[in-house]
């Protein structure tokens, strides 16, 4: 009978330690942001891009815009398709030209180049809202600051 318990208790541990050990074999679920929330740092990008190219911080400027396209890049890649909508083919064909046109402003530290291409960008923005039936989100030029901790005009040197 003490041989039979043994056996048994032998048989019970092994299959738990090979419970345990497929799991912890199981691959770990990513993390993926929701299309909401990726957006939602786009707008806090846009808002900042504007704020530091309004005051001539292109460096700042330049860093937001280097933010928004990696945001650009990560809805596309996390979300290629959301609701029916094919938002990575949306933002391949709407987001690069006036993000180029905004870097090409903040490159030649042209303020109303920027404020051109700026309302570009939220056009665009725009645009894709419209096609993925969120009219209801309409982009603009920011009316103040969101970020009353930050100071975006340009260091001083």
């Not at 280097?66 to 650009?72: A, T």
């Not at 665009?124 to 975006?152: E, L, V, W």
Request: charged letters at 20%; hydrophobic letters at 45%; glycine letters at 8%.
């Amino acid at each position: 009978m003490k041989h039979g318990v043994v056996v048994a208790g032998l048989v019970i541990g092994l299959a738990a330690a090979g419970i345990a050990t497929a799991q912890s074999k199981a691959p770990a679920q990513a993390y993926a942001p929701g299309l909401g929330e990726i957006m939602a740092l786009q707008q806090m990008r846009h808002t900042k891009l504007w704020l530091a190219g309004s005051v001539a911080n292109w460096p700042l400027a330049s860093y937001e815009l280097s933010e928004l396209r990696e945001g650009f890049e990560d809805a596309a890649k996390f979300h290629a398709s959301h609701d029916g909508v094919k938002v990575a083919e949306m933002i391949a064909s709407l987001t690069p030209a006036p993000l180029d046109a905004v870097g090409k402003a903040i490159e030649k530290k042209n303020g109303p180049a920027f404020a051109t291409a700026f309302d570009g960008l939220s056009a665009a923005c725009n645009t894709c809202h419209k096609a993925a039936q969120k009219g209801f989100i309409r982009i603009m030029r920011p009316r103040g600051s969101a970020y009353p901790n930050q100071d975006f005009r340009p260091a001083s040197k």
